[in-house]
Every structure is written in structure tokens, then in C-alpha cells.
């Protein structure tokens, strides 16, 4: 990091004898010899660490404070001074002022503290860049992703949302199949109208008929008053079935009905209610082998999937791993208010390595851990579960080259949309989300790059 350090103090000799001393330390450096220069430069300028003396004629070191926090927050803020009292030191740490030393000073403690806070500043922008980056790949309900074929399925999921047709959603537990159901929701027609989801494996056959479809009052035993099932409540918006195929064969046919005839007969009712809901469905198992052994009957697979997505699982996707493994840290980081911005590097090759038998929910998870069990900025190794722990004595750079950078995975998707778009920049740019000067830029860097191998 190319540090610049903003020295104030209205006593000359103290003034050049730290910037020279910081200076020696490799920093840029400007001085300031009052309150009011200091305040024009950071006007003017960016600093990384402003390191000023508290008592000056009429702009003082607490007004140099302030206009910093106002003008770059960013920057941390030192002070310096001969007049040091508690009272002093307890306002300045209040308003924000990252240490407070006392003259005489000991250069190595001068040297320590502006050195961690630099180091603060450097961790804080990496987290916002990260933050950017992230932010980047991010669609629809939080699905995070740079890997093609995902890019591929939004794009299926983007064209289709509007249309109110069926969609069953395959892949395996932990995928994200329910945030393509809630980015299908949100980008159809109805996306004021209710969203409503149920596992249909968590019901018995009695339990889900009542949950979807209601009952009138003194239907059975105990109902005392009507209720209107899921069906009925999610009219106007979007029902997700989850684990659609754990259904029993009679509810199969009475949701068929309800797909066909777009209307719901409550149990114990002799009138049907129209109902205007669309359906989409998820499943992790095999449906044509479910179709073929007679559990899941055809004529409703072919109303539920009129469009299917099927989801990779991550092992198939290894290029998402990192880029979902800091944005898990950024979410459970801010959750739990944890200073943890970094992943050690050979816990994020253990992450690529392994092969993830649940999915995103499972590193969600490894990540939530490592942020909950981490001491410092940085998810170590040893904050992992025992398993994983056992897996690192493997050697992870041997992985390093045969797995594409964020870079890398960037430059080949913008390439098979310019291929897409026979090389069209401006609909390339709005197919990936970014004005045509960032594409143009894009372009440039990786035209510099080859130019220089």
C-alpha cells in the first residue's frame, strides 16, 4: 500500500523531525504547520493517516479531527501532544482518533502505531473492494455467482420469469434452488403479489392437504372455523413446492387439478375456489427415475416442468467457492460485528479442495463457524471443523494452477457474450450488467496484459 501520512504540529523542529523520520519508513509525507492548512489539504488530498498535534492557535487538533471524519472517513487519526491529560485523551479516542501518544515520544512506538493504523486502513479497503467485487456477481435473491453455466441458468431464469409458466428447479440439497424460485418471483408479472413456500416432505399426506388446500368450518373434527389453504393464500403471487416429489399419489392428482382447472376444492367444500397462483416446484431427486418407478405421476411432471433449471452442484462449480466464501465472511462478519475480513489462503485452498456433499448451505456454514471461532481478522485453519482440519496437510499450491482466478473466469465470460452479440459492446454491457465505459475498460486491461506477455 502506498501510504500517505498528513504530519500537523505548529512547533517547526518537532514537525520536520517526524516527517523525516517517516519518510525513512518508505510513507509520503506532507507537513502542515497549522490546524487551518491541514483542514485545506484534506480538502484537496487524500490521506491514509493524518498524525496530529493537539493544542494549535485557532484550528486545533480536535477541529482537525472532526473535518477529517467528515471529509475522509476512511483515514485514521493520531494524536500527538505535549499537553496530554486523561480528559484529552478519552475525548479524542471518543471522536474517533485511532491512538493518542504523549510527547516525549519513543520513535518505535510512533513507528508501531502508525504501522497498525495503516494496517487498518489497508484491511478496511480491502473488505469495501471485496465488498464491490462481490457485490459484482451478485443477482436476483442474493445468488452469487461467476461460473458460466449458472450465468446461463439466470439468463433462462431472466427470460422466463415474466412469462407465468411452470418451473421445476433439480439439484441437489444446498444448491440455492429456492433463490431461483424467489428470483422468479421477484422478476415475474405478480412480484407484489405472496410468496409462499412449503417443503412438502415435512407434511404427512393428511397434514400438506389441509396446509394447501384448506378446509371449511366443521369439515373434521377440531375445525372449528374456515381456513384457507397455501393455494388459495399465495393467489395472485407465486407457490413453491418444495421436495415436490415426496408428495403422495393422491395429492399428485389434486394438485394436477388445480394446475389444469386453476381452482382449489377445500376439504369438507362443495363449491371450488378460483385461484390465480403460479407454480414452481424443486426437487433433489432423479424425476424420471421417480416417473419411471410409478411414484411421481407423468402427466404432472410434464405440467411442473414446462421449463426446467437444473443447478450444478458446487463441486462442478469450483470457481464460485472463493467468491462465496467472502460473501458469507461480509454477511456473518456484520452479523456477529466481528473485525474478520480475511480467509488464510490455505483455508480457502482446503475450501477449493474439498468436495462439498451439501452444497453452498455447507460452506455457508464452514464460514459462519470460522467467523464465529476466529480471534483475530483472518479465518485460520484452525478455526475449521476437525475433518477439514485433517485434510490440510495436503499441498495447496499444487491446486493454484489448475484452478482459473476471478480475472480469468471474468475475461471468459465477457468473451462468450461478445461472442454471443457478434461483438456488439453496447449489448454486451447491458447483458452483463455494467455501462459500456467499464466494458471498454475491461477490454483495455486485458489487451495491456497481452501485449505484455
Known amino acids: 500500500m502506498d501510504a500517505r501520512l498528513l504530519i500537523v504540529d505548529d512547533e517547526e523542529i518537532a514537525l520536520r523531525n517526524l516527517q523525516h523520520v517517516m519518510e525513512k519508513e518508505g510513507y509520503q509525507v506532507t507537513a502542515a504547520r497549522t490546524g487551518a492548512t491541514a483542514v485545506s489539504l484534506l480538502e484537496s488530498q487524500r490521506f491514509d493517516v493524518v498524525l496530529t498535534d493537539l493544542r494549535m492557535e485557532g484550528v486545533d487538533g480536535m477541529d482537525v479531527l472532526k473535518k477529517s471524519r467528515e471529509l475522509q472517513p476512511e483515514a485514521e487519526v493520531i494524536f500527538i501532544t505535549g499537553y496530554a491529560t486523561a480528559e484529552s485523551a478519552v475525548q479524542a479516542l471518543k471522536h474517533g482518533a485511532f491512538y493518542y501518544i504523549a510527547k516525549p515520544f519513543r520513535l518505535d512506538e510512533v513507528r508501531k502505531v502508525v504501522a497498525e493504523a495503516l ?13 464491490r467485487e462481490v457485490e459484482g456477481y451478485r443477482d436476483g435473491e442474493g445468488i452469487v455467482t461467476q461460473d458460466v453455466e449458472m450465468q446461463r441458468l439466470l439468463e433462462t431464469a431472466r427470460q422466463i420469469a415474466p412469462t407465468d409458466c411452470s418451473v421445476l428447479i433439480t439439484g441437489e440439497s444446498g444448491t440455492g434452488k429456492e433463490l431461483f424460485a424467489k428470483y422468479l418471483h421477484k422478476h415475474s408479472t405478480r412480484p407484489s403479489g405472496p410468496y409462499v413456500a412449503i417443503n412438502c416432505g415435512a407434511f404427512s399426506e393428511q397434514l400438506l392437504a389441509n396446509e394447501l388446500f384448506g378446509h371449511e368450518k366443521g369439515a373434521f373434527t377440531g375445525a372449528a372455523t374456515l381456513k384457507k389453504g397455501l393455494i388459495e393464500v399465495s393467489s395472485g403471487g407465486t ?104 480467509i488464510a489462503g490455505e483455508v480457502m485452498a482446503l ?88 466494458l471498454w475498460r475491461k477490454l483495455k486491461a486485458r489487451r495491456n496484459r497481452a501485449s505484455a506477455k
Open 351 to 438: 475450501l477449493v479442495d474439498y468436495p462439498f456433499p451439501g452444497n453452498v448451505r455447507e460452506l455457508e456454514n464452514l464460514i459462519e463457524r470460522g467467523t464465529a471461532m476466529a480471534q483475530g481478522d483472518t479465518i485460520e485453519v484452525a478455526h475449521l471443523p476437525e475433518f477439514l482440519q485433517k485434510r490440510s496437510n495436503f499441498d495447496f499450491r499444487k491446486i493454484a494452477g489448475r484452478l482459473p482466478t476471478l480475472e480469468e473466469q471474468e475475461q471468459t465470460y465477457i468473451s462468450r457474450v461478445l461472442d454471443e452479440v457478434q461483438g456488439n459492446q453496447t449489448a454486451a454491457a447491458q447483458i452483463l450488467g455494467i455501462n459500456r465505459a467499464s
Open 119 to 131: 494496517e487498518k486502513v489497508r484491511l478496511r479497503r480491502e473488505n469495501d473492494e471485496l465488498r
Open 239 to 342: 407457490l413453491f413446492l418444495d421436495e415436490v416429489t415426496e408428495m403422495a399419489p393422491s395429492m399428485q392428482v389434486k394438485l394436477l387439478r388445480v394446475l389444469q382447472e386453476k381452482e382449489v376444492l377445500r376439504l369438507g367444500g362443495t363449491r371450488p375456489v378460483k385461484c390465480d397462483v403460479r407454480v414452481l416446484a424443486a426437487t433433489n431427486r432423479d424425476v424420471d427415475e421417480a416417473v419411471k418407478d410409478g411414484r411421481f405421476r407423468e402427466d404432472l411432471y410434464f405440467r411442473l416442468n414446462v421449463v426446467n433449471l437444473a443447478i450444478p452442484p458446487l463441486s462442478q462449480r469450483k470457481g464460485d467457492i472463493p467468491l462465496l466464501a467472502q460473501h458469507f465472511l461480509l454477511k456473518y462478519a456484520s452479523r456477529m460485528k466481528k473485525p474478520v475480513t480475511r
